[in-house]
């Protein structure tokens, strides 16, 4: 199980009331509800190994020199030599700290890679893979690594822990037309706002569909726009030629990365000793976890 942990903590901190704080008064709603949700997700699942994947980089400088408006919006500072600063709220950002601190002991392995974010990491590893996988994420983008002859499906977190969907190759084509390896394709032609992608003026989610499921894949259509034999509306073939510098850069900024090394790595879950659980029993208590952290040694075997 690979937990595309940004996503987690942010559904968390909005989902869980921000008056749960500790002592000091910093709040705890994000600590808590990514607990419960890997509670949720160890028990409802039983995964033999977990990893939370991290945005070393959340806005690599290598994906914005290809669009500058790559996730421009959400930048509170520009870091020329390091990662832009993201736009995260204060009481979010407290809890950061604390979230690495209780991930660390739960044993749970944590990875991230300089100047990649989550998702490169998820993709990497999940292509590495000799098991089956389930990526946890309420990103779509993540949808280009379903793959059912690999075993790789994502458990979709975007409608709420309640309402989970798992997807799996009929599932993406049932819900957009495309299959699973045409996402990466898709998403570049019909654009993401919350990701600061244009996409291409005059497609959407519709003709973009279309378009695939007539062609195959971007280089295709390009091609096909570029060749007055193919037929191809006017209109169409001026849009996809008009937006030829896009097309050009965009796939390598949609695609997720999937050849990262990583050192050698231990992720198989397991109950804690005696020790490991009173260090996360206090650390519930000083911080007022509450019955977050009962859940959670629950799922993983401890109590």
């Known amino acids: 199980m690979l937990l595309d942990t940004a996503s987690l903590y942010f559904r968390a901190f909005y989902g869980v009331p921000d ?13 808590r509800g990514l607990l419960d949700i890997i509670a949720r997700l160890v028990t409802e699942f039983e995964p033999t190994h977990l990893v939370a994947c991290w945005d070393d980089d959340w806005r690599p400088h290598w994906r914005v020199e290809l669009i500058p408006s790559y996730k421009a919006h959400r930048v509170a500072e520009i870091v020329p030599a390091g990662p832009d600063v993201e736009e995260t709220p204060d009481p979010l950002e407290a809890q950061i700290p604390m979230i690495r601190e209780i991930l660390a002991a739960l044993d749970l392995t944590v990875i991230g890679a300089p100047q990649h974010e989550a998702d490169d990491v998820i993709g990497s590893l999940a292509t590495q893979a000799a098991m089956p996988v389930d990526v946890v994420t309420g990103d779509r983008d993540l949808f280009q690594l379903v793959d059912d002859a690999r075993d790789v499906r994502v458990i979709y977190t975007a409608r709420g822990m309640s309402k989970l969907e798992v997807l799996t190759d009929v599932s993406v084509v049932g819900k957009y037309g495309v299959l699973p390896s045409q996402y990466a394709d ?39 726009a570029g060749d007055p034999t193919v037929p191809l509306s006017a209109t169409m073939r001026t849009r996809i030629t008009g937006a030829a510098a896009y097309l050009d850069v965009a796939p390598t900024v949609v695609e997720v990365v999937r050849d990262l090394e990583f050192a050698a790595f231990d992720a198989r879950l397991h109950a804690l000793d005696a020790d490991e659980a009173a260090e996360v029993r206090r650390l519930g208590e000083e911080w007022n976890l509450g019955g977050s952290v009962q859940r959670v040694l629950q799922a993983l075997g401890t109590e």
Do not use: C, Y
């Not at 008056?19 to 600590?31: C, E, Q, Y």
């Not at 993401?192 to 291409?200: E, F, I």
């Open 186 to 224: 898709f998403a570049v032609l019909r654009g993401d706002a919350s990701d600061g992608l244009p996409g291409v003026a005059g497609i959407g989610e519709k003709t973009a569909a279309s378009l695939l499921q007539q062609f195959g894949d971007l280089d295709s259509i390009v091609v096909a």
């Open 19 to 31: 008056s749960l704080k500790r002592a000091d008064g910093t709040p705890v709603n994000a600590v």
